[in-house]
Protein backbone atom coordinates (compact mmCIF):
# COMPACT_ATOMS: atom_id res chain seq x y z
CA UNK A 1 0.00 0.00 0.00
CA UNK A 2 1.66 3.29 -1.29
CA UNK A 3 0.08 5.55 1.85
CA UNK A 4 -1.38 3.94 5.15
CA UNK A 5 -3.15 6.78 7.46
CA UNK A 6 -2.32 5.27 10.60
CA UNK A 7 -4.18 6.03 14.26
CA UNK A 8 -1.90 6.62 16.94
CA UNK A 9 -2.38 6.51 20.76
CA UNK A 10 -4.35 10.12 22.51
CA UNK A 11 -2.03 9.45 25.39
CA UNK A 12 -1.15 5.88 26.86
CA UNK A 13 1.57 4.70 24.18
CA UNK A 14 0.57 1.16 24.96
CA UNK A 15 -3.04 1.95 23.07
CA UNK A 16 -1.50 1.57 19.43
CA UNK A 17 -3.14 -0.99 17.22
CA UNK A 18 -0.71 -3.73 16.10
CA UNK A 19 -1.96 -3.58 12.37
CA UNK A 20 -0.44 0.30 12.94
CA UNK A 21 3.19 -1.37 14.57
CA UNK A 22 3.37 -3.52 11.38
CA UNK A 23 3.19 -0.55 9.22
CA UNK A 24 5.49 1.74 10.95
CA UNK A 25 8.12 -0.60 10.62
CA UNK A 26 7.50 -1.52 7.25
CA UNK A 27 6.92 2.01 5.65
CA UNK A 28 9.90 3.27 3.39
CA UNK A 29 9.06 6.92 5.08
CA UNK A 30 7.09 8.08 7.94
CA UNK A 31 5.12 11.34 7.19
CA UNK A 32 4.42 13.21 11.03
CA UNK A 33 3.32 16.62 12.68
CA UNK A 34 6.60 16.73 14.94
CA UNK A 35 9.54 14.08 14.49
CA UNK A 36 10.60 14.04 17.96
CA UNK A 37 6.76 13.01 19.22
CA UNK A 38 6.83 10.32 16.64
CA UNK A 39 10.10 9.14 17.66
CA UNK A 40 8.67 8.52 20.70
CA UNK A 41 6.04 6.60 20.10
CA UNK A 42 8.79 4.74 17.75
CA UNK A 43 11.47 4.17 20.59
CA UNK A 44 8.39 2.71 22.82
CA UNK A 45 7.94 -0.49 20.61
CA UNK A 46 11.42 -0.68 19.14
CA UNK A 47 11.00 0.86 15.74
CA UNK A 48 13.58 2.72 14.02
CA UNK A 49 12.13 4.66 10.78
CA UNK A 50 12.84 7.53 8.64
CA UNK A 51 10.60 10.17 9.72
CA UNK A 52 9.30 13.12 7.48
CA UNK A 53 7.51 16.50 8.80
CA UNK A 54 4.10 16.65 7.90
CA UNK A 55 2.27 19.44 9.44
CA UNK A 56 0.11 22.57 8.86
CA UNK A 57 2.81 24.39 7.38
CA UNK A 58 4.12 23.17 5.02
CA UNK A 59 1.37 20.25 3.86
CA UNK A 60 0.84 21.43 -0.03
CA UNK A 61 4.44 21.49 -0.28
CA UNK A 62 5.34 17.97 1.24
CA UNK A 63 2.13 16.76 -0.39
CA UNK A 64 3.74 17.47 -4.05
CA UNK A 65 7.16 16.13 -2.45
CA UNK A 66 6.06 13.19 -1.51
CA UNK A 67 3.05 11.89 -3.88
CA UNK A 68 5.37 11.04 -7.08
CA UNK A 69 7.48 8.64 -4.67
CA UNK A 70 4.66 7.47 -3.87
CA UNK A 71 3.67 6.45 -7.31
CA UNK A 72 7.03 4.99 -8.01
CA UNK A 73 5.92 2.59 -5.03
CA UNK A 74 7.34 3.75 -2.09
CA UNK A 75 5.48 2.90 0.99
CA UNK A 76 4.55 5.91 3.22
CA UNK A 77 2.72 5.73 6.64
CA UNK A 78 1.08 9.08 7.92
CA UNK A 79 0.56 9.82 11.61
CA UNK A 80 -0.47 12.53 13.48
CA UNK A 81 0.70 13.76 17.34
CA UNK A 82 -2.41 11.74 18.08
CA UNK A 83 -5.34 10.16 17.04
CA UNK A 84 -6.47 10.23 13.41
CA UNK A 85 -4.42 12.09 10.98
CA UNK A 86 -7.20 14.55 8.81
CA UNK A 87 -9.39 14.48 11.55
CA UNK A 88 -8.78 18.02 13.26
CA UNK A 89 -5.10 16.95 12.47
CA UNK A 90 -3.39 17.33 9.11
CA UNK A 91 -3.50 14.89 6.42
CA UNK A 92 -6.98 15.40 4.36
CA UNK A 93 -4.97 17.25 1.77
CA UNK A 94 -2.61 14.63 0.80
CA UNK A 95 -5.21 11.77 1.31
CA UNK A 96 -7.17 13.45 -1.12
CA UNK A 97 -4.74 14.42 -3.73
CA UNK A 98 -3.47 10.86 -3.28
CA UNK A 99 -6.48 9.40 -4.31
CA UNK A 100 -6.93 11.81 -7.06
CA UNK A 101 -3.94 10.50 -8.38
CA UNK A 102 -5.04 7.05 -8.32
CA UNK A 103 -2.81 6.21 -5.64
CA UNK A 104 -3.40 3.20 -2.70
CA UNK A 105 -4.78 4.33 0.16
CA UNK A 106 -5.38 2.38 3.05
CA UNK A 107 -6.35 3.39 6.61
CA UNK A 108 -6.08 1.90 10.31
CA UNK A 109 -8.23 2.60 13.04
CA UNK A 110 -7.14 3.25 16.16
CA UNK A 111 -7.83 5.36 19.64
CA UNK A 112 -9.53 8.48 18.89
CA UNK A 113 -10.85 10.87 21.60
CA UNK A 114 -14.10 11.48 19.72
CA UNK A 115 -15.61 8.12 20.93
CA UNK A 116 -13.83 7.84 24.05
CA UNK A 117 -15.04 10.98 25.53
CA UNK A 118 -18.30 10.56 24.05
CA UNK A 119 -18.57 6.73 25.97
CA UNK A 120 -16.97 8.49 29.45
CA UNK A 121 -19.37 11.30 29.37
CA UNK A 122 -22.45 8.99 29.71
CA UNK A 123 -24.79 10.32 27.24
CA UNK A 124 -26.89 8.40 24.97
CA UNK A 125 -24.26 7.53 21.89
CA UNK A 126 -26.14 5.98 19.31
CA UNK A 127 -26.11 9.47 16.86
CA UNK A 128 -24.01 12.72 17.74
CA UNK A 129 -22.24 15.90 16.02
CA UNK A 130 -18.48 16.45 16.07
CA UNK A 131 -17.39 20.02 16.14
CA UNK A 132 -13.99 20.13 15.74
CA UNK A 133 -12.10 22.90 17.44
CA UNK A 134 -14.57 25.38 18.95
CA UNK A 135 -14.63 28.73 17.50
CA UNK A 136 -12.79 31.36 19.82
CA UNK A 137 -14.52 34.43 19.54
CA UNK A 138 -17.18 35.29 22.20
CA UNK A 139 -19.70 36.10 19.53
CA UNK A 140 -18.89 32.71 17.28
CA UNK A 141 -19.36 30.53 20.43
CA UNK A 142 -22.82 32.15 21.25
CA UNK A 143 -23.45 31.46 17.63
CA UNK A 144 -22.67 28.32 17.97
CA UNK A 145 -24.66 27.85 21.04
CA UNK A 146 -27.71 29.02 19.79
CA UNK A 147 -27.40 26.22 16.41
CA UNK A 148 -26.90 23.36 18.72
CA UNK A 149 -29.71 24.50 21.22
CA UNK A 150 -32.48 22.43 19.68
CA UNK A 151 -29.94 19.43 18.53
CA UNK A 152 -31.33 16.67 20.23
CA UNK A 153 -27.67 14.84 20.48
CA UNK A 154 -24.60 14.78 22.21
CA UNK A 155 -21.96 17.11 20.33
CA UNK A 156 -18.42 16.46 21.00
CA UNK A 157 -15.77 19.01 20.55
CA UNK A 158 -12.08 19.72 21.30
CA UNK A 159 -11.37 22.93 23.48
CA UNK A 160 -7.71 23.94 24.46
CA UNK A 161 -7.19 24.41 28.64
CA UNK A 162 -6.75 28.04 28.50
CA UNK A 163 -9.86 28.76 26.79
CA UNK A 164 -11.83 26.44 28.50
CA UNK A 165 -13.02 28.45 31.55
CA UNK A 166 -14.20 31.51 28.68
CA UNK A 167 -16.00 28.51 26.79
CA UNK A 168 -17.46 27.41 30.10
CA UNK A 169 -18.93 30.61 31.15
CA UNK A 170 -20.45 31.35 27.59
CA UNK A 171 -22.54 28.19 27.32
CA UNK A 172 -23.20 28.44 31.18
CA UNK A 173 -24.96 32.24 30.10
CA UNK A 174 -26.74 30.54 26.88
CA UNK A 175 -27.86 26.89 28.70
CA UNK A 176 -27.13 27.03 32.02
CA UNK A 177 -29.18 23.33 32.44
CA UNK A 178 -27.27 21.89 29.48
CA UNK A 179 -25.24 18.93 30.69
CA UNK A 180 -21.74 19.07 29.82
CA UNK A 181 -18.81 16.15 30.49
CA UNK A 182 -15.29 17.70 30.44
CA UNK A 183 -13.03 15.03 29.64
CA UNK A 184 -9.16 15.75 30.14
CA UNK A 185 -6.21 13.79 29.36
CA UNK A 186 -7.71 10.73 28.71
CA UNK A 187 -6.13 7.00 28.78
CA UNK A 188 -3.06 9.17 30.71
CA UNK A 189 -1.89 8.72 34.02
CA UNK A 190 -4.36 12.16 35.53
CA UNK A 191 -7.62 10.90 33.27
CA UNK A 192 -10.74 13.10 34.53
CA UNK A 193 -13.82 13.22 33.58
CA UNK A 194 -16.02 16.05 34.66
CA UNK A 195 -19.85 15.77 34.45
CA UNK A 196 -22.29 18.25 35.41
CA UNK A 197 -24.33 21.18 34.04
CA UNK A 198 -22.60 23.92 32.54
CA UNK A 199 -24.00 26.34 35.30
CA UNK A 200 -21.95 23.55 38.20
CA UNK A 201 -18.97 23.47 35.69
CA UNK A 202 -18.42 27.03 34.61
CA UNK A 203 -17.04 28.13 38.48
CA UNK A 204 -15.42 24.22 38.83
CA UNK A 205 -13.27 25.16 36.16
CA UNK A 206 -12.14 29.15 36.56
CA UNK A 207 -8.81 28.37 36.08
CA UNK A 208 -7.95 26.77 33.41
CA UNK A 209 -6.78 22.73 33.77
CA UNK A 210 -3.55 21.35 32.42
CA UNK A 211 -4.01 18.64 29.97
CA UNK A 212 -5.83 17.76 26.69
CA UNK A 213 -9.84 18.70 26.57
CA UNK A 214 -12.45 17.04 25.11
CA UNK A 215 -15.50 18.40 25.34
CA UNK A 216 -19.46 16.88 25.66
CA UNK A 217 -22.24 18.23 25.84
CA UNK A 218 -25.77 16.46 26.77
CA UNK A 219 -28.78 16.60 23.95
CA UNK A 220 -30.01 20.00 23.76
CA UNK A 221 -34.17 20.92 24.11
CA UNK A 222 -36.25 19.87 21.20
CA UNK A 223 -37.30 22.52 18.88
CA UNK A 224 -41.02 22.23 20.34
CA UNK A 225 -39.64 22.82 23.80
CA UNK A 226 -37.80 25.98 22.55
CA UNK A 227 -40.76 27.15 21.29
CA UNK A 228 -42.91 26.88 24.66
CA UNK A 229 -39.95 28.47 26.03
CA UNK A 230 -40.25 31.58 23.58
CA UNK A 231 -44.56 31.51 24.69
CA UNK A 232 -43.10 31.76 28.52
CA UNK A 233 -40.88 34.61 27.85
CA UNK A 234 -43.55 36.12 25.93
CA UNK A 235 -46.03 36.07 28.95
CA UNK A 236 -43.49 37.36 31.34
CA UNK A 237 -42.77 40.32 29.40
CA UNK A 238 -46.79 40.88 28.78
CA UNK A 239 -46.53 40.50 32.63
CA UNK A 240 -44.33 43.43 33.13
CA UNK A 241 -40.75 41.44 33.69
CA UNK A 242 -37.77 43.10 31.68
CA UNK A 243 -37.50 40.61 28.52
CA UNK A 244 -33.80 40.15 29.31
CA UNK A 245 -34.87 38.70 32.99
CA UNK A 246 -37.61 36.98 31.92
CA UNK A 247 -35.23 35.25 29.02
CA UNK A 248 -32.87 34.31 32.02
CA UNK A 249 -35.35 32.91 34.15
CA UNK A 250 -36.83 30.93 31.48
CA UNK A 251 -33.31 29.73 30.10
CA UNK A 252 -33.03 28.35 34.13
CA UNK A 253 -35.90 26.10 34.12
CA UNK A 254 -36.13 24.78 30.59
CA UNK A 255 -32.14 24.77 29.80
CA UNK A 256 -33.16 26.77 26.38
CA UNK A 257 -30.69 29.25 24.91
CA UNK A 258 -30.87 32.61 27.09
CA UNK A 259 -29.73 34.35 23.96
CA UNK A 260 -31.83 32.67 21.63
CA UNK A 261 -34.82 33.38 24.07
CA UNK A 262 -33.99 37.01 24.20
CA UNK A 263 -33.89 37.38 20.48
CA UNK A 264 -36.60 35.64 19.19
CA UNK A 265 -39.25 37.41 21.23
CA UNK A 266 -37.71 40.40 20.47
Avoid at 89 to 103: C, K, N, Q
Amino acid sequence: MALAVCATPIGNLDDVTLRVLEELRSADVILCEDTRHTRVLLDRHGISGKLLSYHEHNEAKRAAEVLPRMEAGERFALVSDAGMPAISDPGARLVAAALERAVPVTVLPGPTAVDTALVASGFPAERYQFVGFLPRGARALASLWEELASWPYPVVAFESPRRLPATLRSLADAEPARGVAVCRELTKKFEEVVRGTAAELAPRFAEAPKGEITLVLGPGSPSADVGAAIAAVGELVSAGLPRRQAADVVSRLTGASRNELYRRTL
